[in-house]
């Protein structure tokens, strides 16, 4: 039988696309590359995003009060 542990460790370090990144923070297209380019999420050298550390890096952002206003006004 699996380790639960193990395989939530190892689905911290998986790593993957782009589309797939957007899609499990439930982002647009759009708005992953803008969270990219604005440095909240870490950019990828090999078009390839460890998922824990985007994971970590867009919490880390929406816990943060005034992040959610600035954000709020773009919307």
């Known amino acids: 039988m699996p380790n639960p542990k193990r395989e939530s ?5 998986m790593k993957v696309n782009f589309d797939e990144a957007a899609k499990f923070l439930k982002l ?3 708005n992953f590359y803008r969270l990219i380019e604005s440095g909240v999420l870490p950019k990828s050298e090999d078009s390839k995003y460890v ?16 992040d959610l206003k600035a954000e ?3 919307i």
């Open 72 to 74: 709020q006004k773009t």
């Open 51 to 66: 998922l824990g550390e985007v994971v970590d890096a867009y919490y880390q952002r929406r816990s943060n009060p005034e």
């Open 9 to 13: 460790r190892d689905l911290r370090n």
């Open 28 to 30: 647009s297209k759009s």
